[in-house]
């Protein structure tokens, strides 16, 4: 099983820090060590760009990546490209180089993400798409050194990063390859939980639903929360964590509490997610002790399912089922147009109720001078045929 720490590069210094970095820097584009770009000013402004992105992305947002950063990375060799026009931060991105390319030794640059991340869209905030991904190409080429390709991982093809690259390397004349493609599950913006739910499901299946919640109540006092602050916060992360750890995840040592890292980073994440009013979290308890947790990060107009943990043992009541029969309270938000499950493809129970999908691919971009943007070209061609094969 690949680790996180794994997934960072040692050996990139990239630009030396000058006078003044921790700064949000001049009008342009800098590619930096993230330690070296973090102060309360850059904090407040990667705010302002979150507040502002054309495609919002919690994990790509502070309260996110810099809890990410300092678990995984705490050498500081992730670095952040960051645009700034006119004295404002108007698009960022993590960036690390990397020596494998799932298992191949094939060097490259690529957005940096984990396993605990699910979408790898820049923060780029309203028409400046066009410069951020063109200033991240002009850069690429100056400083591959032994990459051959940039890799962005994880990109909505609803969102504003894919058309825009597809815009700028059609003009730069370069070729922009899709290597990866999977739709997951999501939510829609229409038709009322209830319509909803009958449109997914037929009556027989709801019936069934309906018993096995008064069989779920018949088992103890049985309460349902919904909260969206800090107060109990602690707890209920602490009760998640145990809860998660308990299943087959513990089981398997992949839980988010089977490593300190991930543990931290969830509770910070969360932590930060409240205090800038994104996390929503839902549970239903039996006797005080809970059988199914689960919370949302919520960015207007997307939201995202990022976690989810029932107990197993009431598997047959489906405790972690009937929890997103009330998730489907989203649909009534009118603020939200679509709500992303970050599940896996083909999810056996995400996909029973959730009957959109949203498609997701990972790009590869040969990077250098012609020479050498003809051996990556080579080599995304044959990944981008691979891939296809496979769907």
């Not at 991982?153 to 969102?159: I, S, W």
């Not at 513990?250 to 509490?257: A, I």
């Amino acid at each position: 099983m690949t680790r996180i720490e794994d997934l960072i590069e040692d050996g990139w210094r990239g630009e030396p820090a000058s006078v003044g970095s921790r700064a949000i820097g001049p009008d342009g584009l800098s590619v930096r060590p993230w330690k070296d770009c973090v102060s309360p000013e850059f904090v407040q402004s990667w705010r302002r760009l979150a507040a502002s992105a054309a495609t919002s992305n919690p994990f790509g947002e502070h309260w996110f990546v810099l809890p990410s950063l300092e678990q995984f990375d705490p050498r500081g060799t992730v670095h952040l490209a960051t645009l700034v026009v006119g004295g404002e931060l108007v698009g960022l991105m993590p960036l690390y180089r990397a020596r494998d390319y799932h298992g191949h030794p094939l060097p490259h640059i690529g957005n940096w993400m984990h396993p605990n991340s699910f979408c790898g869209e820049p923060l780029i905030a309203g028409d400046h798409a066009e410069a951020f991904w063109s200033a991240v190409l002009d850069w690429s080429d100056r400083n591959w050194r032994s990459s051959l390709f940039l890799h962005i991982a994880c990109l909505p093809t609803d969102g504003i990063a894919v058309d825009t690259l597809n815009r700028v390397c059609k003009a730069k004349r370069r070729t922009n390859r899709v290597v990866h493609r999977v739709s997951r599950a999501c939510l829609r913006h229409g038709l009322s939980p209830e319509a909803h739910l009958a449109s997914i499901l037929g009556k027989k299946r709801r019936k069934e639903l309906s018993r096995k919640r008064r069989r779920l109540e018949e088992t103890g006092h049985t309460i349902f929360t919904r909260a969206t602050g800090e107060d109990g916060l602690d707890e209920w992360i602490d009760q998640f964590l145990q809860l998660e750890d308990a299943g087959w995840k513990g089981q398997e040592s992949s839980s988010l509490v089977s490593a300190r890292q991930t543990a931290c980073f969830f509770r910070e994440s969360l932590h930060g997610a409240a205090r800038e009013q994104r996390l929503e979290r839902l549970a239903f308890h039996v006797d005080g002790e809970p059988v199914a947790m689960l919370c949302n990060f919520v960015t207007p107009p997307l939201a995202h399912s990022f976690k989810t943990a029932f107990d197993e043992d009431l598997y047959k009541l489906s405790p972690g089922m009937l929890l997103q029969v009330e998730n489907l309270a989203l649909l009534e938000r009118e603020e939200i147009g679509m709500t992303d499950s970050c599940a896996a493809a083909g999810h056996p129970m995400i996909e029973q109720i959730w009957d959109d999908r949203r498609e997701i691919v990972s790009v590869s971009i040969p990077v250098g001078g012609a020479i050498r943007r003809g051996g990556g070209d080579i080599l995304t061609s044959i990944e981008a045929r691979r891939s296809e094969n496979n769907r």
